[in-house]
């Protein structure tokens, strides 16, 4: 199994492991086979251990599920970073699905950003020649 080299008091050992449970183990010393008991000491980890309190249980109004408010906004973000070349509506428009919002460059291509639903602009967020990132709200419809 292992063998091991030891010096004891300038005598030197050959030692091999042959088999180890529990805490017996047999051992060959220079030929003389022997029965062992290992004793081994407690190590104290340096670390502590962490014991966490009990989590009380949730009262019925925190596991109820809240409403959220929502504001009718719908906002049009840019899918990639590009440039603004053009823009069809105006703040206060009318659009109907399909319409034709603005025209904008992204990796080296003219995109055009349709309204995605019926609705009003209310705010234009961005200007011809401007860059934008993706994720930015180019357009805000109510």
Do not use: C, W
């Not at 989590?55 to 925190?62: G, L, Y």
Request: aromatic residues 6%.
């Amino acid at each position: 199994m292992k063998q091991f080299k030891f010096t004891i008091k300038g005598h030197n050992y050959d030692v091999e492991l042959q088999k180890y449970e529990d805490n017996i183990a047999e051992i060959e010393v220079n030929g003389t086979q022997y029965i062992v008991e290992v004793h081994t000491d407690i190590i104290q980890h340096k670390t502590p251990k962490l014991v966490r309190t009990a989590v009380p249980q949730p009262t019925r109004s925190e596991t109820k599920i809240k409403k959220r408010i929502t504001t009718n906004v719908y906002t049009i973000k840019a899918p990639l970073p590009g440039n603004i070349i053009q823009i069809f509506a105006k703040e206060g428009d009318t659009v109907k699905t399909g319409d034709k919002l603005l025209i904008y460059e992204a990796m080296k291509m003219e995109n055009n950003i349709l309204a995605e639903k019926d609705g009003q602009i209310k705010l234009i967020k961005v200007a011809p020649g401007e860059s934008v990132l993706q994720g930015d709200v180019l357009i805000e419809m109510v």
